[in-house]
């Protein structure tokens, strides 16, 4: 998925299966990089697994001294022992139980945690094209169902190579032991199974690959109806869209009951070749009995372990299907992990001093498409201080150009300088902090409006929140709610106006007090009364700092130090309002339109 071809469509999230050779791969690399770090844990647990499966041989065994000494022998005596060493290996078989459950368990959790981590560790080194190119419902599948995915399916693989397989080897070398002509006879039908078990399995995992598809589809088409609800309803879609969601809805169901179907059926198949190895070893081992090739004791004990068998044999049955269900998974996550990420701290990075602020672009050329440049040789340097309007139409490149100056994009030819340093060359952390900003779009976290407004400082006293929420002129609507600072965002319900919610995010700058304070359309959003206040809010907090505003508000723009137009992603003017308007070009125009009430 390279970056630079991002699409806004939710992207299929299923991916083709791994073949054979690519099977045994995604294998090798999960173990190296997923279980490795827990091999003391792993290897206690596939022991405890041993020991449980020889636990479970040892009582199908044992049933033979108990016939042929016991009952038929009449020895008294052996009872003893043969109790004891049946009640000794039930305890021995859920002691190594339980111990391989919980070591399991928590294997899994390890691999989930760490999975976790590196998804988050990866999406945090990724620019900010990266979350333009992939929807969130794609990258939230990543880090719920895919992951589970993945824990469950090596969870189960491990349990069933140690249990399982163990297991079954050693009943079936127990039925072999005692008896291998009927051992033959017995086992007769098992591979009868493998070829409707197979293809079965085969069945499972298509369902299982579509049925991911189509919930991550599903998942990406619910987030959309849930945030664009005020779209779909005014637009008259709501039919549509619940006629859209109700056909995923429903093949998703379909594909659910048709691979559950296929699943089950292992079940019943299973059973019957249980059945007739039963049915066999017993008419086989009657005629033995009553010729004497055999005794009664062997043929119960071999009986015993045929029925102790049929339960890890099913396991093993379905484990195909689950290996590749969760091998797709883990294809998914190894593909975003192999994403290189596009935004590397150089290795000799330094903090940046904290400065006053100066900005510079030198020839900076930035395009989201190779060949389509969006910036275009831009030459500019803000001082430390100044207040400097970028204007011009929509989709000249003034919000991308911001966006250079904290690294959320970084350049493609030329350089931006903070305080004279490339700010590749420096840290992202303390790039970052020294720069404060504010969008049309305020985000606000589920939390406390405390909590919002100190989100960059969260050690931040009380007395200087209060005096950033009041220098942002937001004190009186704060004030007025029933916990004050400590009210839960999620509690206003989202009854905060987009002027308070502007003035939140306003004081989250103020109180981040940074020297450079970078303005996104701040007050666009805004009817005239909300905007004079939020206005005044923007004026104090812009004292003394380095700041770029991106306005369409003539107000915002007369009042700047100076004006810069971009066209085109050039910088083709800049000076002050009235030299510009005397010019006559690209800034005079922009103006006149915005006295005729046209948009700029
Ligand atoms: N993620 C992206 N991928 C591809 N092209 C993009 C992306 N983001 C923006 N563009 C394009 O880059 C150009 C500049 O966009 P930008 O958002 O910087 O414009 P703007 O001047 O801020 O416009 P507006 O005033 O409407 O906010 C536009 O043509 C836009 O379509
Ligand atoms: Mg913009």
Request: charged share 20%; hydrophobic share 45%.
């Amino acid at each position: 998925m390279p970056p630079s071809h991002p699409s806004s469509e939710p992207r299929a999230s299923a991916s083709p299966v791994p073949g054979r050779a690519g099977t045994v791969a995604l294998g090798r690399r999960l173990v190296r990089e997923f279980l490795s770090p827990y091999w003391p844990t792993v290897g206690l647990a596939v022991g405890c697994m041993v020991v449980m499966a020889l636990a479970t041989a040892a009582t199908a065994w044992l049933l033979e001294p108990a016939i042929n000494q016991v009952f038929l022998g009449r020895e008294a005596g052996a009872l003893w022992w043969v109790a004891g060493g049946i009640l000794a290996a039930f305890v021995v078989r859920s002691l190594s139980n339980y111990g391989q459950s919980v070591l399991m368990s928590r294997i899994g959790f390890e691999i989930l945690t760490a999975a976790r981590d590196r998804l988050h560790d990866k999406v945090s080194a990724m620019e900010l094209r990266f979350f333009q190119a992939h929807s969130t419902g794609e990258l939230v599948t990543r880090f719920t169902y895919d992951i589970n995915r993945m824990r469950f399916a090596m969870a189960n693989t491990l349990t069933a190579l140690g249990r399982d397989l163990v297991t079954l080897a050693a009943l079936v070398g127990l039925v072999f032991w005692q008896d291998w002509v009927l051992a033959l006879a017995a086992c007769l039908v098992a591979p009868l199974t493998m070829v409707p078990v197979r293809r079965l399995g085969r069945k499972v995992r298509r369902r299982a690959l579509d049925t991911q598809e189509e919930t991550g589809r599903l998942q990406a088409l619910m987030l959309q109806v849930l945030r664009g609800v005020r779209v779909v309803w005014i637009d008259g879609r709501t039919e549509d869209m619940r006629s859209r969601v109700g056909v995923l809805i429903d093949r998703i169901f379909r594909r659910q009951v048709s691979g559950e179907r296929a699943r089950t059926l292992v079940t019943p198949i299973m059973e019957l070749a249980t059945g007739v190895g039963l049915g066999l070893a017993l008419v086989a081992g009657a005629h033995r009995v009553l010729e004497g090739g055999t005794d009664p004791g062997s043929l119960t004990s071999m009986l015993a372990a045929l029925l102790m068998a049929y339960q890890p044999a099913k396991r093993l049955a379905n484990l195909y299907s689950i290996v590749q269900e969760g091998l797709a998974a883990v294809e998914r996550l190894f593909r975003l992990l192999d994403t290189p990420p596009d935004l590397t701290e150089a290795p000799k990075a330094v903090a940046l001093p904290s400065g006053r602020g100066r900005i510079e672009f030198r020839r900076v050329t930035f395009a989201y498409r190779p060949e389509e440049p969006v910036i275009r040789d831009i030459d500019l340097t803000v001082e430390p201080g100044e207040v400097v309007a970028l204007v011009g139409a929509s989709g000249a490149g003034k919000s991308t150009l911001l966006n250079l100056i904290p690294r959320f994009l970084d350049v493609d030819q030329g350089a931006v300088r903070v305080d004279g340093h490339d700010v590749r060359d420096v840290t992202l952390a303390s790039l970052r902090s020294q720069i404060a900003l504010v969008t049309q779009e305020t985000f606000l976290f589920d939390d406390t409006i405390r909590a919002n407004i100190a989100y960059a400082r969260p050690e931040a006293s009380d007395a200087e929140v209060e005096a950033a929420v009041r220098a942002a002129d937001a004190w009186d609507f704060v004030a007025q709610l029933p916990r004050g600072l400590d009210t839960p965002v999620g509690d206003l319900g989202g009854r905060l106006s987009g002027g308070e919610r502007q003035r939140m995010a306003i004081a989250r700058a103020l109180l981040k007090d940074a020297p450079i304070l970078l303005l996104d359309e701040p007050t666009s959003a805004l009817d005239t009364a909300a905007e004079r206040r939020v206005q005044r809010a923007l004026a104090e907090l812009s004292r003394g700092r380095t700041t770029l505003v991106v306005a369409h508000r003539l107000s915002t723009i007369v009042d700047a130090d100076r004006i810069c137009v971009l066209h085109g992603g050039r910088l083709v003017e800049q000076g002050r309002h009235a030299d510009l308007v005397n010019q006559g070009g690209f800034y005079a125009r922009l103006y006149r339109g915005h006295e005729e009430g046209a948009p700029a």
